[in-house]
């Protein structure tokens, strides 16, 4: 059903079923000629940033701005899917089908960077202008930018040829709206469904940067792993990662009473032997620096990535300073090392995280992590061969830079690259653990 405005001026034919608030405000903006002040007053603004469309809260200063603050967050993704939507979504950057946009809709899916076509049209889902190539405004209101149907630098129609932002005869539905419904109802199963429970969602990260620091690709990410993995839908286009995210797993946890033993002393020694310096190591000694992090790192391409590798994972289950890394004791590294490196306390879990086969799914997941890592950081080196060697070391600085979190121990710089997601068996009603690494 379309929202009702009483006091506005508004027609039920501009919108429908799974418009997103961007272009909802749009409509209602141009055609009660409101300003941004208006908005203030119905919408939680927040100091010099505005409101993001993804959760525009709705306050109650004023009652008839406020019935529109509410229609915009009813449209909103935060509405539709509260507990995973700021994982799934992004405001960084309007995203829009060239078709819908065209008669003035946008889907609030169209958000989502997994959901690569408008599931109406097919049609790719953009974040710049077709005549200029400009980006996008950000998905939000505020002080300098109002949602609009047209480029903010060139002023093109986003849509194609005709500019409609203040046409009200040209604002309609796409004719086949119900297309979103397949998408809408796999959202609404991660919403409600009680059996899935990712813990550390919030902060976890890929092994690959996005570009300019954003979280792009964790965002595709977490849509892979629900699509394929968790919640599988083949009504639900899948994502178009190049590589489909590491899933280890499934662990049961026990509890209670039944709770698996710690890990015995001889267990820890074999978790020792198993990050200890590889001997070969020694041959590549001259390849290596250390900077401030205290994790050595390759110069050059000539380390194998494995044995780079070798390094950041064993950092992560040991004392790491400037100057010395030496191992945890055994309970350290069950109360200390493994729940600092997936970013939880041990109860979160309410069973031991030392349980045997948990232990070794982190260290398989570490493991995947630091070689992706190493891997990326190898092809890097690769690319820096032909560059003269001042300029070299430069960039390597700069890399080492930019790459410290990945590089060295994760935790110290709050870089969780394993999601860690409790799913309850709906037959046995035990609970299982997944390490994921993307
Ligand atoms: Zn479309
Ligand atoms: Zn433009």
């Known amino acids: 059903m ?28 141009y055609a009660n000629n409101l300003r941004t002040r208006y908005l203030r007053k119905g919408i939680l603004w927040r100091q010099g940033k505005g409101a993001s469309l993804l959760d525009p809260c709705p306050t109650s200063n004023d009652e008839m701005a406020s019935s529109l603050g509410n229609m915009l967050y009813q449209a909103s993704l935060a509405a539709r899917i509260p507990r995973l939507y700021k994982a799934l979504a992004t405001d960084r950057e309007f995203r829009y089908c060239a078709k819908c946009i065209s008669s003035g809709f946008q889907a609030a899916i169209a958000q989502i ?14 974040n710049s202008c077709i005549h200029c190539g400009a980006s996008t ?30 046409r009200v005869d040209a604002w309609s539905t796409p004719d086949r709206l119900d297309r979103l419904d397949p998408i809408h ?4 199963r991660i919403n409600t469904s009680k059996d899935i429970h990712w813990m550390n969602v919030s902060e976890w990260s890929t092994t690959l940067q996005s570009p300019e620091g954003t979280r792009d690709h964790t965002r595709d990410a977490v849509f892979a792993v629900l699509r ?11 994502s178009n990662l190049d590589q489909k995210p590491e899933v280890f797993g499934p662990f049961v946890l026990t509890q209670g009473a039944k709770s698996s033993p ?24 001259e390849h290596f620096r250390t900077p401030s992090f205290g994790v050595a790192v390759p110069v050059g391409s000539l380390v194998p990535p494995h044995l780079h590798a070798h390094l950041i994972w064993r950092a992560q289950f040991q004392k790491v300073t400037s100057i010395y890394c030496e191992p ?53 080196q690769i690319s820096f061969r032909e560059v003269p060697l001042p300029e070299a070391e430069r960039r390597w600085l ?8 990945r590089l060295g121990c994760w935790r110290h710089r709050n870089y969780f690259p394993i999601a860690v997601i409790k799913v309850k068996d709906r037959i046995t009603g035990q609970d299982h653990l997944y390490f994921v690494v993307a």
């Open 262 to 285: 710690d890990l015995t002393e001889a267990e820890y020694g074999t978790i020792l032997r198993r990050i200890a310096l590889p001997p070969e190591l020694q041959k590549y000694r």
């Open 328 to 380: 945890y004791s055994r309970f350290d590294f069950c109360a200390v090392a493994v729940p600092q490196l997936l970013n939880m306390k041990v109860n979160r879990l309410e069973a031991k995280i030392s349980n045997r086969r948990i232990s070794d799914g982190i260290l398989g997941a570490t493991w995947n992590a630091s070689l992706k890592i190493a891997v990326e950081w190898h092809k890097m």
């Open 228 to 238: 394929s993995r968790l919640l599988p839908d083949k009504t639900v286009p899948e």
């Open 137 to 166: 405004p950000p998905y939000f209101l505020n002080n300098d930018h109002l949602p609009s149907f047209s480029c903010t630098e060139c002023g093109s129609p986003l849509g194609g040829e005709l500019l409609i932002d203040r």
């Open 185 to 188: 109802t796999w959202l609404e």
């Open 2 to 29: 379309s929202p009702i405005l009483p006091g506005f001026v508004w027609a039920s034919a501009w919108s429908g079923i799974g418009e997103g608030p961007y272009t909802l405000a749009a409509k209602i903006i």
């Open 398 to 405: 700069i890399a080492v830079d930019r790459w410290a979190n």
């Open 113 to 126: 960077p997994g959901i690569v076509q408008c599931p109406i049209h097919g049609e790719i889902h953009r």
